[in-house]
């Protein structure tokens, strides 16, 4: 069936520094990626949707600049926190999904820690 | 706007009984409805899912009823085995007016399937 890759699954940084995700649909073509934040014990708390070829829509309280969010191509798009402090640390899933009667596939996650 | 509601938030059941976990949502204009289970720390991953013009899906123990007039869905778990601990969730695409790319979850309800 169909796979959805995010990578690193892990990762740990220190405040200040970028750290990238990525999200790659492996065998089929995504036309809509999603971003997803995931607090312990809680819901997931979508960020922002992307379109391939086009710019993010986020969503309410979600910084643009500081999450840069990149969907250059159908099978891949990119988080990249950048200047990441400790507050932002938490698990960050992505999903993709194409045309619209097709199914959502999730990425298995990142957990990112800012030390 | 759509508006998802999993009920119960939580169950613990002994292994073997058959459960129903439910699910509704208040715009029936969706294009389908899928069930997912989250692990702690994990992605989510796709159980089943159910198109609008369809009334139900099975996949093993597994089997999802889908009444989209009355906003409803049932994830019915036959013989519950330990291994179905997790958190279950279910999505609705569509409804809104968010076209097909719109994607509301509830906040899923967490099974403990006791030895």
């Known amino acids: 069936g169909a796979v959805v890759s995010q990578h690193p699954s892990r990762v740990i940084c220190k405040s200040g520094t970028s750290v990238k995700i990525e999200c790659r649909s492996l065998d089929f073509q995504a036309t809509t990626m999603f971003w997803y934040r995931q607090f312990p014990k809680q819901s997931l708390m979508l960020m922002a949707t992307s379109n391939e070829g086009s710019k993010a829509t986020y969503e309410q309280g979600v910084e643009k600049d500081k999450f840069l969010i990149n969907h250059a191509s159908l099978t891949l798009s990119t988080l990249t926190v950048t200047s990441a402090h400790p507050e932002d640390s938490s698990f960050y899933i992505c999903s993709a999904m194409g045309p619209q009667y097709s199914p959502l596939h999730f990425g298995n996650g990142t957990r990112l820690t800012v030390t | 706007k759509q508006e998802v509601t999993q009920i119960p938030a939580a169950l613990s059941v002994p292994e073997g009984e058959n459960l129903v976990l439910n699910c509704s949502f208040t715009?029936?204009?969706?294009?389908?409805l899928q069930w997912f289970r989250q692990d702690p720390g994990k992605g989510l991953t796709s159980l089943l899912l159910?198109?609008?013009?369809?009334r139900e899906q099975t996949s093993g123990r597994l089997n999802a009823s889908l009444d989209k007039s009355s906003g409803r869905s049932t994830l019915y778990i036959a013989a519950s085995q330990p291994g179905d601990s997790a958190t279950y969730l279910c999505?609705?695409?569509?409804?809104?007016?968010?076209?097909?790319?719109?994607?509301?979850f509830g906040i899923g309800t967490k099974l403990q399937v006791i030895p």
């Open positions: 159910i198109q609008s013009s369809q």
């Open positions: 999505a609705v695409r569509g409804g809104d007016s968010g076209g097909y790319q719109k994607v509301t």
């Open positions: 715009d029936s204009a969706i294009y389908n």
